[in-house]
């Protein structure tokens, strides 16, 4: 008999109308067509939508130029949601209706001053989670996170990476015990003990990938930026059911699949 899931809610938000002005670390500036922007995240929701996600839209924010990526304002797990404060100034101000729309799901915590946490920094397997030491989360951050946690039973560990802004542009969860992985920006070693499915390597983004969770009756869904077939095809290769969704223009932030939502499962009390 298929084991029933609650059903999955996604937090997402609308594109900016600023979102030309976005944060960069690793890429060139290049124009981005908010229009299409846009047109690219609407299509990115109704594929969420598709999979079965209950999806919870915030309001753009005009001032905020990469408020989109709202998965970079809170880690949350089945017990609590915690409240980060990005790496980016420019940012720290996404935070607060995240917070409000996620306190309806979970309890609240934060990551305190001076501490830096970006959401996208962390990876969780089952009860372990793993935070990137990037340039946008500090050791002091991935250790109030751990506090934060422990007592639910996870463990947090700290990951170097090199060349790219976030973990999760370098590493991702696509099935249970399962990651895809760009060894040239994360280290191997750290993931033994999981099989890894390599990027093509001229797809190096291609390890940012969705794990959208079946609810019971269907299997799990990866979502992978259209962008990236020869990856797509290697994971569709490893038996995993792979849709793929266009979003070039939101790439030109330096925003991924993971990027644009925040998925957990409903609370008990939920339908």
């Not at 008999?1 to 600023?18: G, K």
């Not at 935070?95 to 959401?119: F, M, N, Y």
Request: contains cysteine.
């Amino acid at each position: 008999m298929a084991v029933q899931r609650r059903r999955l809610v996604a937090v997402t938000r609308e594109v900016s109308p600023a979102f030309a002005a976005c944060e960069l670390t690793h890429l060139a500036r290049e124009p981005i067509d908010v229009r299409v922007a846009r047109q690219q995240h609407a299509a990115y929701v109704a594929l969420l939508e598709e999979l079965r996600c209950a999806v919870e839209h915030l309001p753009a924010e005009p001032s905020l130029p990469d408020s989109v990526f709202v998965e970079d304002a809170a880690v949350v797990v089945d017990e609590l949601a915690v409240i980060t404060r990005p790496g980016a100034a420019s940012r720290r101000g996404e935070t607060a209706s995240v917070a409000a729309a996620l306190a309806r799901h979970r309890p609240l915590a934060r990551i305190e001053a001076p501490a830096t946490l970006d959401g996208g920094d962390v990876l969780r397997i089952g009860r372990r989670l793993f935070a990137g030491l990037s340039s946008r989360t500090s050791r002091d951050g991935v250790d109030q996170l751990a506090a934060l946690l422990a007592p639910f039973g996870y463990a947090v560990e700290g990951v170097e990476l090199d060349g790219c802004l976030h973990l999760k542009t370098a590493v991702t969860e696509v099935a249970e015990g399962t990651v895809i992985i760009n060894p040239a920006w994360i280290g191997r070693a750290r993931f033994a003990a999981y099989e890894q499915i390599e990027v093509d390597a001229d797809e190096p983004f291609a390890a940012n990938a969705l794990r959208v969770a079946g609810d019971g009756t269907d299997g799990d869904t990866v979502v992978v930026p259209a962008a990236f077939p020869r990856t797509a095809d290697r994971l569709a290769a490893h038996g995993l059911r792979v849709r793929t969704v266009d979003v070039a223009e939101i790439a030109k932030a330096e925003g991924g699949v993971t990027c644009c939502s925040i998925l957990l499962a409903a609370s008990a009390a939920q339908p």
